[in-house]
Each structure stands twice: as structure tokens, then as C-alpha cells.
């Protein structure tokens, strides 16, 4: 019997289907999202038909159990990552509105009991754009997961729930909410909550970036759920991991718009000419470019390992952790950075690496957003 | 599949090479640090030289033909290696014998005539010149062919191990007016009339490393002392220099897996040092509501950790055959930075318990600096990175 290996080596290649799945993952962002992506931002929405066409990347599918409709596969954060980071490179802002219900589907395979699971996700293998979303984030300056205000207590057999929440994609449209709350006496918990329901109100907000993105303020103004929408009903809800596999998918958003900055101002610096010749052929330009690069690829690998601990089912707290972290940092930088090697041209809406700098300034608030 | 965890056999490795340090290095770390010029005879045992007859083959490029299965060999196990020695303490590390440059580029060049000869003595490499550095190409010292013999002719300073070592690896020029193409790089074994050890430094850190001033004075050494080719080709210019280049490719993830040590060894002791005053890291809460030391020590953390995986990606891609050579210099210019940047950050955390020399965090960061400098400076590794990323020539980018 061939002995198996306790520990698998070292290794940066895709599978064969990660292969397959980025090729047409990055031809859907180059023909699909690049193109719309300055139109949408001016205009502040992204049309349904344009959510409908991602469905053809079929992911929501892929992990949802067979006997739900899906195919099946194992849930993989790394996928996931490979996803988020290959949609951010054409738009992030419509890579976030596109995953969002990818979100809702990981948390429910994650932490959703088995009924749970049959009720709620057969609808995203079938037909049609159904938007559901994530709502941890409560408006404020300083928002702590761990200090949840949002509250929950039980009433009768089910329960009621009283606060608001901010960031949450696509707000009255969503289908489908999961509400973080604090329960009475319990702890964190989430709660499946229908967007229409008596006492939710959605407010649509308005940001520095991430402006396609219907991001919505939600209300919950004693708004009862039932029992069976608890999500893990009586399991205590680990929110810890949702938030830690967010973190992973706020990095991969950073890693494909980082790359967007370098792959364009590479190409610019090289066509620019100044002083009779190309900029790039200047240290102070070609060494800000190099540094981009280098701290593009360590943000890179710290999000893949982060990623592949995860799903291998190994501690990845600090490795999130520490991948948002140089996320938010370095991300910022290299969004700085592309607007300046434009000069005066990365100033103008033209061109769009200002709008890459704006949405890269929401990698380190985007929390429990995205959990691969 | 995306797997970027050490398999078991080199966590081993890591493991045993830890406990070396600890057990072997540590010890005597600020010994050496205060007597600067004494040769660390603790080091005897962990000489690296292959026993006669038995040369090795350390930091090999391996060259795939069709699709190979994924490899973790040679070149993981040397950063990985080095990374943990250098925890312990690099200036020690570089003096253990037969693991400096030397032997890298015998290993990676000699015939196996010379690889007889020359494979297990104690090799340092002389390259640069009091007039020539970063700038390889331009270096002065000459080689004239006379008979049966090369005789050299310069002076060539920073010579790691240089007096020490038992052999010199020394790059010379055999026609001035033909450029880069025409350094060799020539074995002079110690001993040879001619060739004098006239000057041992006195540096910032790496005390423990002997660096060393050569005088080449009508030295004459053997014709089959030259290592490659004696030809001067006029039209591949690139590939005869480039060869000898080569070597730095496999060695500059080397020189970045000893900042990862050393900038490992600073966090390390400055966690231990601040647990006590009730810092820990729980990588939780944001930065922003941790306090500014735990905030400071996450983000060294994200950089430290960025660039050990640049240093593994770069080695990786080498054991699997990958041309590496951006990658190298992005690893050397990460690591490099970083490790200098973490080093000093920690002696300012721990207060005055950093600026003390009863704690090593002071040795750190002075033995770190050299590890941004030597092997390619910062700036030439951004210089090589720019110039892959951007697809211009040296005379495009200077």
C-alpha cells in the first residue's frame, strides 16, 4: 500500500482546474469588468445584466453540496482566493458585488446546519443573479467585531434583533442577509434575515471608492427571526473564523488591484517619454516600479499561505492576520504609487489608477466581507 | 497544488539547524563580536568541506527535461539552513568553513579534474577592488598568460574568509579592453609567492567574519587554475560574464535567508523581552486599537513573513529549474531592507535593554546592515528587478 505523505511539499503551481479556472477567470475580468469599469464607477451602478453574465463563471455552484444542486467539489479557500484576486484585477468594486453571494454560501457550508444548508442553498444553483450578502460592520469611527452592538435576545421560539449595520452589498436588493448580533448572554451569533422583511430598512451610501457597489446602511428595528434562521441553530457561531477568512479575501482583492496598478504603469512609464526618452529609463521611476513589484509578490505569498493553511485545515489566524495587515499597508502604497507615476495623468479621471488608489483604501475596513 | 508549508524532512532540517544555533552559536555570539580577529575554533565541527572524494554538489541549479514533479531540494535545504545558523549568528555562520562564496562558485564551475583538487579546501572569493564594487565589470586586476601559468597582478579587498580560508577565488581581467568578457575567475591556493594577506578589517558587525585585503604581486598559479573557460568570446559577451554572474543567483536568496535569521532572531528576543511588560501578540484586534508597540511588532511581522516567502519561492524556483533571477533579487531586496529595518526597530523597543550590549538586539542590527549591502547593495537588486520588470538593457537602465 502506497504510504501517504504526512505533509505535502512546497509548491506555487495550480492544479490543473485552478489553471483552468484563472484563465477564464482573468478573460472574464479583460473582456467583462475592465472595459465597464470607469462607466460604472461614474454612473455609481452596475447593471443586473452585468452581475447575470458573471454567473457564467459558475462558482457559486462549484461547493455547494450535490444534493443541494451544486457540483460538489470541497470547499476551497484557495479557489476562492485565486477568484477574488483574479475579478479584483479588472474591477474590485464589481469583483466584490459578484463574490458577495459566494460570501454568504462559504459562511453557510461553513457554519450552517444540514437542513440550514437544503433551505437556503439550492437558489444559487439555480438561474438568475440572487444577491446576498454579508452585515458585520456597524457605522461608527472604530468598529470592533468582538464588541458586537447589534443585538439579539430570544423571543418566544425565535428572536429579535435591534441595531444597524454598515458596508453590507446591495442592502433592500439582497435576497438574503447574514446579520452579525450579539445574543443576550450568549455571544456572537448570525441571523438569516430576508432584506424585505418587516423592520429592515436600507439606506444606499455613498464612498471615497468601491462606488458601483450598492453598499447600504441597514437598519434592524426588532425584526424576528425564527429559530431555524440562527445560523448553526444550536451551535454557538465561531466568528473568529469568519472574520479570519475574510481578512484572506480582503488581501486577494488587494493582491489583483495591486496588480492592475502594475501592470499598467509598467506599460505607461515604458511609453512616456520625457527629457528624450522613455521615464522608466530613470532610476527614481524604474526603482518605484521594482518596489511595487517586490512588495506585490511577498503580499501575494503571504495571502496564498494564508489561504492554503486554511485549507488544509491548519491555524491560519496570524497568517490572515498578518496578510491584510501588508494588504492594507502595502496596497496603499502601491495605489499612491500608480497615481504618482502617472504624474499630473494619474490626477485626471482618465486614466484608472486613481480609481484603484480610492478602492484600495477600504482593503483594511473590508471585514467579514469576503470570507473565501 | 498551493502548498506553501515546509514538508516534513525540511522542518526536520530547520529543526536540527535551530538547535545547532542555539547550542553552538549563541554561545559564544558576543565572544567573537568582542574579539574581533580570534578565529571561533567552536566552529570545527560544523565544517562544511566534503570529505575527499566525496565533492558536493551544494545550491546546484537543477535542469528539468519535460514536465518534473515538484521539487523541494537542494536550494530550499541551504536557505533553510542558512536562515536558522544565521539566527544563531551570522558573522559565525560565515566563518564556518567551506560555506562561503568560494566554494559556491567551485562547486558550480570546476571541472571534475578541479573539483578533485580544489573540492574540499576552504575557499573565500575575492571580486571586488578598492576602485571597483558593485560595478564587477570594471575590476583592474589582470591575468597574463605566460606558458604554463596565469600570473595576477591587483589588489582586491572585502574578501570574506580571506584570511582564513586556505584558497582564493579571485576574478581577474586577461584583456582590459575587452570588457566584462574577458574576467575569468582563477584558484590561488594559499601559500602561492605572490599572493599576501595584508590587512584584516575592522567593521560595524559581522566581527566574527574575517574580511580580508589581498595583494596579487606577479602570483603565479598553474593554467588549469582557471575556472571556465579561458576563451574570450567577442560577440556573447553576456553569456561568458553572465556565467560567472550566475553564481550570485543562486547565492543572493542565500544572503536573504540570512537576514530572515538574523531579523528572527531580533523579533524573537524582543517578544520575549516585552511579554514580561505584558506585550502579546494575539492577532485579533486591529492595529488601531493595539497598543503602538503591538502594532509595530504586527507589521514587522507581515514583512518578516513576506520576506521568508520570498526567499522560499525564490530558492523553490531554482530546485524546479525555473529561471530565478528577478525573483532572487526580489527576495535579496525585501529581505535585505526589512532585516535592517526590523534589527533597529527592535533595539529602539526594548529601551535601554536594546542599546545594551547585555542583550544581543544591538549585535543584531549591526550585523544585519552588511546583509543589505553585500552580494548586490539594495539599489542593485532594485536595479536588477527594474530592469526584468521593465525589459531594458544596462544601457537603458542605468
Request: charged share 25%; hydrophobic share 40%.
Amino acid at each position: 500500500m502506497p504510504e501517504e505523505p504526512v505533509k505535502p511539499l512546497f509548491d506555487l503551481s495550480l492544479t490543473d482546474e485552478q489553471q483552468l479556472m484563472r484563465d477564464t477567470a482573468r478573460r472574464f475580468a479583460e473582456a467583462e469588468m475592465r472595459p465597464v469599469a470607469r462607466k460604472f464607477d461614474e454612473a455609481a451602478e452596475a447593471p443586473r445584466s452585468f452581475y447575470e453574465k458573471t454567473l457564467e463563471l459558475g462558482f457559486n455552484a462549484v461547493q455547494i453540496p450535490e444534493a443541494y444542486g451544486g457540483f460538489g467539489a470541497a470547499r476551497s479557500p484557495v479557489s476562492n482566493m485565486l477568484l477574488a484576486e483574479d475579478l479584483a484585477w479588472g474591477d474590485m468594486s464589481l469583483a466584490l458585488g459578484a463574490l458577495s453571494t459566494l460570501a454568504f454560501i462559504n459562511t453557510v457550508l461553513d457554519q450552517g446546519t444540514g437542513s440550514q444548508q437544503a433551505a437556503l442553498l439550492p437558489r444559487y444553483t439555480e438561474d438568475g443573479f440572487h444577491p446576498a450578502a454579508l452585515a458585520l460592520v456597524e457605522p461608527g469611527a472604530r468598529f470592533d467585531a468582538r464588541k458586537l452592538k447589534t443585538k439579539a435576545a430570544r423571543r418566544g421560539g425565535g428572536y429579535v434583533l435591534l441595531g444597524e449595520k454598515t458596508l453590507v452589498p446591495f442592502g433592500a436588493e439582497a435576497e438574503q442577509l447574514l446579520v452579525f448580533a450579539e445574543l443576550e448572554g450568549e455571544g456572537p451569533a448570525a441571523f438569516v434575515v430576508d432584506a424585505k422583511q418587516r423592520g429592515v430598512s436600507a439606506q444606499r451610501e455613498a464612498y471615497m471608492g468601491l462606488k458601483p457597489l450598492p453598499l447600504s446602511r441597514v437598519k434592524l428595528e426588532n425584526v424576528e427571526v425564527s429559530a431555524a434562521h440562527k445560523l448553526g441553530e444550536g451551535t454557538p457561531l465561531d466568528l473568529p473564523r469568519v472574520i479570519d477568512l475574510a481578512r484572506i479575501g480582503a488581501a486577494a482583492l488587494a493582491v489583483g488591484v495591486c496588480q492592475a496598478v502594475l501592470d499598467y504603469t509598467k506599460n505607461y512609464c515604458n511609453d512616456r517619454v520625457a527629457f528624450g526618452e522613455p521615464i522608466s529609463h530613470r532610476q527614481s521611476v524604474a526603482f518605484m516600479l521594482a518596489d511595487i513589484a517586490i512588495e506585490l509578490d511577498g503580499l501575494r505569498l503571504l495571502t496564498y499561505r494564508a489561504a492554503s493553511r486554511a485549507e488544509q485545515g491548519l491555524p491560519f489566524r496570524r497568517e490572515a492576520y498578518l496578510a491584510q495587515l501588508q494588504a492594507a499597508d502595502k496596497g496603499m502604497k502601491i495605489g499612491t504609487d500608480g497615481v504618482q507615476l502617472l504624474g499630473g495623468h494619474g490626477f485626471i479621471r482618465e486614466h484608472l489608477v486613481e480609481l484603484w488608489y480610492r478602492n484600495l483604501r477600504a482593503i483594511s475596513l473590508l471585514e467579514g466581507s469576503l470570507p473565501v | 497544488m498551493i502548498n506553501l508549508e515546509l514538508p516534513e524532512q525540511l522542518e526536520g532540517l530547520s529543526t536540527l539547524m535551530h538547535a545547532v544555533a542555539t547550542n553552538v552559536l549563541r554561545p559564544v555570539s558576543r565572544k567573537y563580536d568582542t574579539q574581533e580577529h580570534d578565529v571561533p575554533e567552536e566552529l570545527a565541527p560544523l565544517d562544511r568541506r566534503p570529505k575527499p572524494g566525496a565533492a558536493s554538489a551544494r545550491g546546484e541549479r537543477e535542469r528539468p527535461t519535460g514536465k518534473q514533479p515538484n521539487k523541494n531540494g537542494q536550494n530550499m535545504q541551504s536557505v533553510i539552513s542558512i536562515q536558522q545558523m544565521s539566527w544563531g549568528d551570522v558573522g559565525l555562520m560565515l566563518s564556518i568553513p567551506g560555506a562561503g562564496l568560494g566554494n559556491a562558485a567551485i562547486n558550480a564551475v570546476a571541472t571534475p579534474e578541479q573539483k578533485e583538487r580544489f573540492g574540499t579546501c576552504y575557499a573565500s572569493m575575492a571580486i571586488t577592488e578598492p576602485g571597483s564594487g558593485s560595478d564587477s565589470g570594471s575590476i583592474g586586476t589582470t591575468a597574463r598568460q605566460d606558458g604554463d601559468e596565469w600570473v595576477l597582478d591587483g589588489e582586491k579587498i572585502f574578501v570574506t574568509a580571506g584570511g582564513r580560508c586556505d584558497t582564493v577565488v579571485v576574478w581577474a581581467t586577461v584583456d582590459k579592453s575587452k570588457g566584462k568578457a574577458a574576467i575569468k575567475s582563477f584558484v590561488v591556493p594559499k601559500g602561492t609567492p605572490g599572493m599576501e594577506v595584508v590587512k584584516l578589517e575592522h567593521k560595524l558587525g559581522i566581527r566574527a567574519s574575517d574580511t580580508a585585503t589581498i595583494l596579487f604581486s606577479n602570483c603565479r598559479i598553474p593554467k588549469d587554475n582557471i575556472l571556465g573557460s579561458p576563451e574570450v568570446s567577442e560577440g556573447g559577451k553576456r553569456e561568458a560574464f553572465g556565467k560567472v554572474m550566475q553564481t550570485f543567483d543562486n547565492t543572493r536568496p542565500g544572503v536573504a535567508a540570512m537576514a530572515v535569521g538574523c531579523a528572527r532572531a531580533a523579533l524573537d528576543l524582543t517578544e520575549e523581552l516585552l511579554a514580561k511588560d505584558g506585550y502579546e501578540l494575539g492577532y485579533e484586534k486591529s492595529v488601531w486599537d493595539s497598543s503602538a508597540i503591538e502594532a509595530e511588532l504586527y507589521r514587522m511581522e507581515a514583512d518578516w513573513e513576506a520576506a521568508r516567502l520570498l526567499v522560499l519561492r525564490a530558492a523553490w524556483m531554482a530546485d524546479n529549474g525555473h529561471p530565478n533571477s528577478m525573483e532572487a533579487s526580489m527576495a535579496k531586496a525585501k529581505a535585505g531592507r526589512v532585516g535592517n529595518a526590523i534589527t533597529l526597530r527592535c533595539v529602539e523597543l526594548c529601551g535601554s535593554l536594546g542599546y545594551s550590549q547585555e542583550t544581543l538586539l544591538e549585535k543584531f542590527a549591526r550585523d544585519s546592515k552588511i546583509l543589505d549591502i553585500f552580494e548586490g547593495t539594495q539599489q542593485i537588486q532594485q536595479l536588477i528587478v527594474a530592469r526584468r520588470l521593465l525589459n531594458k538593457s544596462s544601457a537603458e537602465l542605468k
